[in-house]
């Protein structure tokens, strides 16, 4: 539409271009949802595993329980490291595809697989070693030998959900998703059915109880990477046949590793930062641990929505820059931020004005209820900075900048969250809330410094990344 002169200069219409030009096109919008909302029901699904075996096992016992939730939570710090370096994997295959290199999405594939089989060794060593590990760090004597036994038979399930990673990764880039949603719907009723049958002992199987419930997830998780080739062969193929020597060469296959393992510190630094924080919690008593569970449970669903966000943008962010469309990078970037950054700012409303009818929804003790009203609208300060950080992670990753929001986090955890939270956890009369302000601030401060490195790098020529080379787009 034309406008006059006058018009242009009316400050009401200065306003409406202002906020016309931050709000994503239709089209843009598409694009990322497309893409985003499948992988959101992804993230969701991975998650369920790992729930339904604690429901289920908590009908056997308090103990039980706690030993699941162990063993879950040992399981996932031994792999989380791997799973973030293969992550690597996002820019290299999306921007070949951008750039129309097909070749270059083969190798990468395969290099991805080859990393996934070398990962899972040292990942699965350390778990055979659960029980030692976990009595060393003064967990309950009577919870150990089942949370170990967990963690062993969960060892040899490391190698398949790695696999299984890498494929996801690569359908992702090829905005294939179906088959992953498929499957991980596949991977949860055999999850079900597999615990039904092993942890209670129906039809004629010996009851495993914990065992049984690691057992099950790890049969499911060797099903995942098989029942994802036969769903999506057609895509998968041409990536994985014939096997190409380049990707065996070990200089490449370095620089990917290089390009990845920021990622998987960097997602280790949060999630041992929330552990710090669950174990603090341990040291104020039991109501402050089931609070923070219930407060932290809430939290990380909401996350998925960004997290989902920021993959999808990972993707989009890595095609156009293989095109050389800097302008279309941006604007993907800008799509992500106000869907991901949008929806967080939405659950942090909820989580500030009705915390206590939230809280009810996991337990009707009264002081744990109590307790997690009051954590609740901590989350949802923490909610915005979260997801912002999530979205402008999924947006470096995308154009291979992996090295330093690796050392932003190590910086907003480590060196300001974590003090933080044990001064106004133990220092002050706040406890369990101010343990979780620690949190609030950490991520205040990832966020901060993540968005503004996205302004920074993409103001800047961005040139694709090529492992066979030194890596171009890691600048500092």
């Not at 046949?241 to 590793?257: D, K």
């Not at 008593?285 to 966000?309: D, E, K, R, W």
């Not at 939405?346 to 206590?356: D, K, M, Q, W």
């Not at 470096?396 to 974590?418: K, Q, S, Y």
Request: aromatic letters at 6%; charged letters at 10%.
């Amino acid at each position: 539409m034309y406008l006059s002169a006058d018009e242009t200069r009316n400050p009401k219409n200065d306003m409406t271009n202002v906020v016309a030009r931050a709000m994503p096109t239709a089209e843009e919008s598409r694009a990322l949802l497309r893409l985003a909302l499948p992988v959101v029901v992804v993230q969701v699904g991975i998650m369920a595993m790992g729930v339904v075996d604690t429901i289920m096992v908590g009908h056997l016992s308090a103990t039980a329980l706690a030993a699941v939730a162990l063993g879950n939570l040992y399981f996932f710090g031994c792999v989380i490291l791997g799973m973030g370096a293969l992550m690597g994997l996002d820019p290299i295959v999306a921007q070949a595809l951008g750039a129309g290199d097909h070749p270059a999405v083969a190798r990468g594939v395969q290099r991805g697989l080859i990393l996934a089989i070398a990962l899972s060794i040292p990942a699965a060593l350390v778990l055979l070693y659960g029980e030692a590990a976990l009595r060393a760090m003064g967990q309950p004597a009577e919870v150990v030998p089942l949370a170990g036994a967990y963690a062993r038979w969960a060892a040899p399930g490391v190698l398949p959900l790695y696999l299984f990673v890498v494929l996801r990764q690569s359908l992702q880039a090829l905005r294939a998703m179906r088959p992953i949603i498929i499957c991980i719907i596949a991977g949860n009723i055999l999850n079900g059915f597999l615990n039904w049958v092993l942890i209670y002992g129906h039809l004629g199987a010996p009851a495993l109880g914990v065992a049984g419930a690691a057992i099950s997830t790890t049969i499911g998780r060797w099903a995942l990477p098989f029942v994802l080739l036969g769903l999506a062969w057609h895509e998968l193929g041409p990536a994985l046949r014939p096997l190409r020597r380049e990707a065996l060469e070990w200089a490449p296959l370095g620089r990917m590793f290089h390009l990845g393992l920021p990622i998987g510190i960097q997602t280790a630094l949060e999630f041992t930062a929330f552990g710090a924080v669950g174990l603090m919690m341990g040291r104020l008593g039991t109501i402050p641990v089931a609070a923070h569970q219930v407060a932290i449970n809430l939290a990380s669903l909401t996350f998925m929505v960004p997290l989902g966000v920021g993959q999808a943008a990972a993707v989009l962010v890595g095609h156009a820059i293989g095109a050389a469309d800097l302008p279309g990078a941006r604007r993907a970037a800008r799509a992500a931020m106000v869907y991901g950054v949008g929806f967080m700012a939405l659950t942090s409303l909820v989580f500030v004005l009705i915390p206590e009818p939230l809280a009810h929804l996991y337990t009707n003790d009264l002081p744990t209820i109590a307790l997690a009203a009051a954590l609740l609208p901590v989350a949802g300060v923490f909610q915005l900075f979260d997801g912002t950080q999530a979205v402008t992670a999924g947006i470096l990753r995308g154009a291979g900048d992996t090295r330093v929001p690796m050392f932003i986090n190590l910086g907003g955890f480590w060196l300001c969250g974590i003090p933080l939270s044990l001064v106004l956890g133990f220092r002050t009369a706040m406890g369990p809330v101010g343990l979780w302000w620690g949190l609030a601030a950490a991520l205040a401060v990832v966020a901060a410094i993540l968005t503004l490195r996205v302004r920074t790098l993409l103001r800047r020529p961005l040139t694709r990344v090529m492992v066979e080379h030194a890596i171009a787009a890691e600048t500092v």
